[in-house]
């Protein structure tokens, strides 16, 4: 009986921890006022239920509940104590229970304290998910100790914890042993530890905007408070309430009658309040429709988060109330403290440190985890020791046996967690990671280079096409061919981003390609036409004039060519928003039955493609008006969840997890594509897949403006995709109208790169997606960009050397302002124009918070050595001409283009990741930092900078020319000309003569 009725506590542990550690990835918080409304029912049920069944329970066996006589325990326990030469002061504490039960009145005031208490937590908490990114640490570990000295209070007076002939020791022994004052000193360590792992959490700070000139970020901190103190409050009138529960008779621990009653009463006050958070949903129903929708739909992570925080929170609850019965309040109390704030740890710990980075909290986390356990095993000693006095339904010698027992665990995982933080650089490492990501670039060009332009003639063109890609190369290779060598294409052979955007759509029938071609075309959707018959393109759907330059603009690049092509229709995206967002089984299911052309004896002569093609493609105007269409205009809202990353796999952390915390920095989801803060993959680094937190950061993914999106595989053509989007790329037309261009004169010369002003610099529009009134422009990547180089406000990590002066390196802690101040490069980044693309408060808040500067001429630019290219709402449109300047271009961003894999970064340009917290430590290490003042100096590697500039100068005049777009794009062209030919499992250029092998 003992073994089963400790499964409670063991139960309360689990149900703790499990709670504590999933809430903050929960989808759960998805729609908080529905879940808080479920919780707080379910909680209501059980505790009346509970209520209700332990006075029927006690009523049906009034024999249960009889238990060992209290004088054993007493005997037992206190006698060898030091200072137990009181008079027993568990017989103070059993009649102060007695007298303390709790009256009508008393009862009606504290349910009254409670309601209220629930509401207005309610109302804070509501307020504070609007700017929770200006929040503080939580206070939360505090409540332990407030209830601690609560509890001491209570018999306070009745005897004196220390008699004033005591010495120090005695009396600080009698402090700690006291049944009145034990739980004092651990809840006191547990505090400091909590604060200690908290502060140490949230020490490094995402770049996400609190902003500054609104008065949020100070009322968010007085809101905290109050929270804090309601929450006291809350705690204090339950223990008072729950405490009633336990109520010693002469000699037996059982319930009272009131206790009953009072806990179905707590429990009908969770039911009230939740009532009286579905009635207003209830009134909105029926009030306005057109909010109907909104009310009842989630999603289904939500919907699973929420059944298992179904069946989590009863089962707590139960476990807690019937732990309560067991060990009393205080006690339960404690042991659910404990339980969070060892989860806390654990938390913090599991956070992997990469190349010494995340930099480690000052004290470490050895300490708080100390003092953890210490408090742990000090409270399981003062709680044994007080055993015979208040658990005098077991025998002692099993309290002992259980006491050991925890006592064994805690130390188990103190030093389990001791040796869990892997980290094998001890907090600084002796070389930089960008010398060792530079030195990687240059390998690991010179190995993408020399495999990219490998064949030096025909056949041996084709033959690594077929080595390559498993198929023969589409027929009119041979003047594919031609035009690319005779343009002086240093790329012939790798053309893997074609394969990679084609590959799902093989999946697709010729005529199904051409019919879902023509039907969103018909849906006139934002897309614009281009059909190619005869060797001529033309445009033929309803562009309007704004997006005219786009087609006309394409149709340029392809009229150099277009003699060489088949007949075929191409649906182009007008929008710079990609917009195809396959799910991943669909994809999987792509991916499984695409056609891969087995090396069928690769026939030997060349089979052309079909003759009829022109007459397969569909009229638009044959296309019934009712078909239903594909897209789904989803502008102004997020789209992460239902279009960013649901290509992702359902195991991943985007899928499975929901990043709600903007405050901190997300060090796991930048770690696998980072070596310490700096980004080590630049092709994976914008992969919504490991990235949750990417949700909040990007405008495509916050708020998008003409965003017109689709589940199905569907051919467009857009100039650049953000990964997890299957768009087929092709070369921008902006670029290839020289929109922005490399252009310089005398008034605007570029100079050579040591020539230059050391600056950063950077000028854009707030375009990168629409901030409607929600407070969307707050993770946007510009405005971060802007708000930390201008006004930022939380402190930021920095690589710097040891301040002892030996040649190690760490990362540091500090804030923007310093950092400015010392870094050798200046900044001076900013909006240009009005705001734009903004709703409600947030274009006031906007215009507050960053001003805004006169526009600049394009070729400006070139006065400084370093320009930031963020991308906006779509493909970056500056950045070929800024690398084409004697600059080096830092790049954020999460769309890639036609050209990603031709540029490595580190050797071209410098990555920046897209949370924007390696900036300063790359600006440190190719300016300087420190130099002159500081105790921290970095000499600046300006040669290192230097080369970067040339060389992205030089590989972008080879591999980003004009010319190479068209050969891109014919190529591209040819490949959709198999893909939709009747035929394409048998055409394919053969040279002529050539055997098959
Ligand atoms: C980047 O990550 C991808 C996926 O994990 C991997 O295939 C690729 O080799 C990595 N690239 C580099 C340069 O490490």
Same mark, same amino acid.
């Given at each position: ?13 689990? +149900? ?5 550690? +999933? ?20 909680? +209501? =049920? ?60 008393? =009862? ?96 490094? $700070? ?23 103190? %309601? ?64 009310? =009842?739909?989630? /999603? ?5 988060? =929420? ?31 404990? /339980? %969070? ?84 650089? +001890? ?44 198929? #023969? ?32 759509? /093989? ?68 929008? #710079? ?48 008006? #009712? ?101 087929? $790329? ?47 422009? $707050? ?22 050397? $040891? ?24 900044? #001076? ?92 430590? /790359? ?75």
């Amino acid at each position: 009986m003992f073994r089963k009725v400790l499964l409670f506590p063991c139960g309360l542990v689990v +149900g703790a921890c499990h709670l504590s550690a +999933g809430l903050d990835t929960s989808f759960a918080l998805d729609r908080p006022l529905h879940t808080i409304a479920v919780v707080l029912l379910l909680l +209501g =049920l059980t505790i009346v239920a509970h209520g209700a069944l332990t006075s029927r329970n006690r009523a049906a066996h009034p024999k249960n509940y009889t238990a060992i006589p209290l004088s054993n325990g007493l005997n037992n326990g206190s006698n060898n104590r030091p200072g137990s030469r009181d008079a027993s002061p568990f017989g103070e504490e059993r009649m102060g229970m007695q007298k303390r039960t709790l009256g009508t009145k008393a =009862l009606v005031g504290l349910l009254g304290l409670l309601l209220l208490a629930i509401c207005a937590r309610l109302a804070i908490y509501q307020r504070m998910t609007r700017n929770m990114e200006c929040a503080g640490p939580t206070a939360m570990a505090f409540l332990p100790l407030v209830l601690a000295v609560c509890h001491s209070l209570r018999g306070f007076g009745k005897s004196p914890i220390w008699n004033a002939d005591q010495l120090l020791l005695d009396r600080a022994l009698q402090f700690t042993f006291h049944h009145l004052t034990r739980y004092i000193l651990p809840s006191f360590l547990l505090f400091i530890s909590s604060f200690m792992v908290t502060m140490s959490t949230i020490a490094l $700070r995402s770049t996400y905007i609190c902003p500054l000139a609104h008065a949020a970020a100070s009322v968010v901190h007085w809101l905290q408070f109050l929270g804090f103190l %309601i929450d006291c409050v809350a705690v204090l009138v339950l223990y008072r309430l729950l405490d009633d529960v336990v109520v010693r008779n002469e000699d037996t621990v059982a319930e009272s009658k009131d206790g009953a009653r009072n806990i179905v009463w707590i429990g009908l006050s969770f039911v009230a309040s939740a009532l009286g958070l579905v009635l207003p949903g209830v009134i909105a129903y029926a009030a306005f429709p057109e909010h109907r929708e909104w009310l =009842l739909t989630a /999603s289904p992570e939500y919907f699973t988060s =929420l059944s298992i925080l179904s069946f989590m929170i009863p089962f707590t609850t139960l476990c807690f109330l019937y732990t309560i019965q067991l060990y009393a309040t205080m006690s339960t109390m404690l042991i659910l403290a404990f /339980s %969070i704030a060892y989860t806390q740890v654990f938390q913090a710990l599991r956070v992997g440190v990469s190349y010494a980075f995340p930099p480690k909290p000052s004290t470490g986390l050895a300490l708080p985890l100390m003092l953890l356990t210490t408090a742990l095993i000090l409270y399981l000693i003062v709680d044994t020791a007080a055993e015979g006095q208040t658990r005098s339904k077991f025998p002692i010698r099993f309290g002992r046996f259980q006491i050991m027992l925890a006592v064994l665990v805690a130390f188990a995982l103190f030093v389990v967690g001791l040796g869990y933080r892997p980290d094998v650089h +001890g907090g600084q490492i002796s070389s930089h990671p960008i010398t060792t990501l530079i030195g990687l670039a240059n390998e690991t060009h010179g190995e993408w280079a020399s495999q990219a332009h490998q064949s030096r003639s025909l056949p041996e063109a084709v033959g690594r096409y077929r080595e390559r890609y498993f198929r #023969d190369p589409p027929p009119g290779f041979e003047k594919w061919y031609e035009y690319a060598t005779s343009r002086n294409s240093v790329i012939i052979d790798d053309f893997d981003n074609i394969e990679i955007d084609l590959a799902p759509f /093989s999946s697709l029938s010729p005529a199904e390609l051409r019919s879902r071609t023509a039907e969103i075309l018909a849906d006139n959707n934002g897309l614009g036409g281009i059909s190619i018959r005869g060797g001529k393109a033309d445009v033929f759907s309803n562009v309007p004039g704004t997006h005219r330059w786009m087609v006309d603009g394409t149709i340029q690049m392809i009229e150099k060519f277009s003699e060489f092509l088949p007949d075929m229709d191409v649906a182009m995206n007008l929008n #710079d928003e990609c917009r195809v967002a396959v799910p991943f089984t669909k994809l999987q299911e792509a991916h499984a039955k695409r056609e891969l052309y087995p090396d069928h004896k690769f026939l030997k002569d060349t089979i052309n493609f079909s003759s009829d093609r022109s007459s397969n493609w569909l009229k638009i105007s044959k296309i019934p008006t #009712d078909t239903p269409s594909y897209f789904k205009g989803v502008g102004f809202n997020p789209t992460f969840k239902s279009y960013g990353s649901i290509a992702c796999p359902p195991d991943s952390p985007a899928r499975r997890e929901r990043h709600g915390n903007m405050r901190t920095l997300c060090t796991p989801c930048a770690a696998p594509h980072s070596m310490g803060a700096f980004v080590s993959n630049w092709s994976i680094s914008a992969s919504p897949c490991h990235q949750p937190d990417l949700a909040n950061l990007h405008g495509l993914h916050l708020s998008p403006s003409a965003f017109v999106g689709t589940h199905d595989l569907v051919p467009i053509f857009s100039q650049s995709r953000a990964p997890g989007y299957a768009d087929i $790329r092709y070369p921008s037309p902006w670029n290839y109208l020289d929109k922005a261009a490399y252009e310089f004169d005398d008034r605007f010369p570029d100079p050579p790169f040591a020539k230059k002003e050391n600056t950063l610099f950077w000028r854009g529009a707030t375009s990168e997606g629409v901030s409607a009134g929600a407070g969307a422009w $707050r993770g946007m990547l510009r405005q971060r960009l802007v708000h930390l180089l201008n006004n930022g406000t939380h402190p930021q990590p920095i690589l710097l050397p $040891r301040r002892n002066g030996n040649a190690k390196l760490e990362y540091i802690i500090e804030t923007p302002e310093t950092i400015k101040r010392l870094l050798a490069t200046k900044t #001076d980044v900013r909006f240009v124009g009005e705001i734009a693309r903004c709703g409600g408060a947030d274009c006031a808040d906007q215009v507050l918070e960053f001003g805004s500067g006169n526009s600049v001429d394009f070729k400006q630019h070139w006065r400084y050595r370093y320009l930031f290219d963020a991308d906006g709402a779509g493909f970056s449109g500056r950045f070929i001409p800024f690398l084409q300047s004697n600059s080096v271009v830092f790049k954020s961003a999460l769309f890639r283009e036609w050209y990603e894999g031709r540029l490595t970064a580190w050797k071209h340009f410098v990555p920046v990741d897209l949370r924007l917290h390696d900036l300063f430590s /790359s600006l440190a290490y190719f300016g300087g930092y420190g130099i002159g003042e500081g105790q921290r100096k970095l000499e600046g590697r300006e040669n290192d900078a230097a080369a970067i500039a040339s060389a992205g100068r030089v590989w972008a005049k080879k591999v980003l020319r004009k010319e190479d777009m068209e050969i891109y794009f014919f190529r591209l062209l040819l490949e959709w000309g198999r893909l939709t030919d009747e035929n394409r499992r048998e055409l394919g250029f053969r040279v002529q003569g050539e055997r098959g092998e």
